[in-house]
Nanobody, 128 residues
């Protein structure tokens, strides 16, 4: 069983930055593809960013391209989401997800069904 655990959420004013971290345990012999999603109150869960197993493929939601950046950490199965120029509409619970198998096509990695394990989420609140 793979367990992603997020950290780094908090409150920030619009225009500010936050860095989220995710560490996934349970597959010490494998390097896993991972993604970030977010869910605001009353809204569906939506894709934010993806990174493949070796970091050479990334993908972003159009709304965050150029402001958010995903990267792999030095520790196996650790990823970071650097969020810059935050907007009030970015307020949401941010969830880390692990994708065990499959191609890294945009259609596959942007869908919630493309991921096998999910973290509990970390709250990000952006105030005006």
């Amino acid at each position: 069983q793979v367990q992603p655990v997020e950290s780094g959420g908090g409150s920030v004013q619009a225009g500010g930055s936050l860095r989220l971290s995710c560490a996934a345990s349970g597959r010490p012999g494998s390097t896993l593809a991972m993604g970030w999603f977010r869910q605001a109150p009353g809204k569906e869960r939506e894709f934010v960013a993806f990174i493949n197993w070796n970091g050479d493929t990334t993908d972003y939601a159009d709304s965050v391209t150029g402001r958010f950046f995903i990267a792999r950490g030095n520790a196996k199965n650790t990823v970071y989401l650097q969020m810059n120029s935050l907007k009030t509409e970015n307020t949401a619970v941010y969830l880390c997800a692990v994708r065990e198998y499959g191609p890294s096509t945009r259609a596959a990695v942007t869908a919630t069904r493309g991921y096998d394990y999910w973290g509990q989420g970390t709250q990000v609140t952006v105030s005006a």
